[in-house]
Structures are given as structure tokens and as C-alpha cells.
């Protein structure tokens, strides 16, 4: 059974920027579509980046788009997501999910995730 945990959350000022990180156990990630969502308070839940289980498709919401990048290092069994020049409306619980053999499709949301992390906050504020 794949766990998952994130970690790397926090308050960092407008301009800023964070490293997300998602640890993988239980079973290699480098098998799983991977994906970072995030949720804000009275708002649905937003995918944001994911990766293909083959890593031979990435994409990204429109709203973070040159911003955020998403990273497997399957050495270390974890997903990342480097976040610059964050927004204040990038303040959200982050979670990292994963499906077997799973795809990336450029609406982010189309595709199913069977595995979830318990989420991280991220706050952008002055």
C-alpha cells in the first residue's frame, strides 16, 4: 500500500519561494502518475502540476504556469514542487496524490488518484 507524506509548507512573503516534497512508501513512485493539487479555504480543489507514470507528459494549471515545477527523484522514492514568485493566491493546503500507472492529462483534474497525502500549508503573506 503507497503512503504518502508532504512536507516543506510554511509562511513565505509575496516574491518568495518554497520546496515542496512528498515521500513515498510502501511501494516505488516511479510506477504512479503523480500530481501536486491544492485547496483553499471556501474554494474546490485545484490540480496543479502532475508528472505520467512513463514521465513522458507534465503539465500545469494555468494559474502557476512558469512558476512551479514539478520533480520525481526516484533515487529517493519523493515528488517535489519548487514554487517561485508565489501569489498570495497561492495560499492553499498542498497534497501530493498518486495513481498506478497513472497519466497526466492537461486538464489536470481528469485524471484519478487512488493515493493522497495528508496535505501541507502553504501561506503567502506580508
Known amino acids: 500500500q503507497l503512503q504518502l507524506v508532504e512536507s516543506g509548507g510554511g509562511l513565505v512573503q509575496p516574491g518568495g519561494s518554497l520546496r515542496l516534497s512528498c515521500a513515498a512508501s510502501?511501494?516505488?513512485?516511479?510506477?504512479?502518475?503523480v500530481g501536486w493539487f491544492r485547496q483553499a479555504p471556501g474554494k474546490e480543489r485545484e490540480g496543479v502540476a502532475c508528472?505520467?507514470?512513463?514521465?513522458?507528459?507534465?503539465n500545469y494549471a494555468d494559474s502557476v504556469k512558469g512558476r512551479f515545477t514539478i520533480s520525481r527523484d526516484n533515487a529517493k522514492n519523493t515528488l517535489h514542487l519548487q514554487m517561485n514568485s508565489l501569489l498570495p493566491e497561492d495560499t492553499a493546503v498542498y497534497y501530493c496524490?498518486?495513481?498506478?500507472?497513472?497519466?497526466?492529462?492537461?486538464?489536470?483534474?481528469?485524471?484519478?488518484?487512488?493515493?493522497w497525502g495528508q496535505g501541507t500549508q502553504v501561506t503567502v503573506s506580508s
Open positions: 496524490a498518486a495513481e498506478y500507472l497513472g497519466g497526466c492529462p492537461r486538464s489536470i483534474a481528469g485524471q484519478a488518484f487512488d493515493y
Open positions: 510502501g511501494s516505488r513512485l516511479d510506477s504512479y502518475g
Open positions: 508528472i505520467s507514470s512513463s514521465g513522458a507528459s507534465t
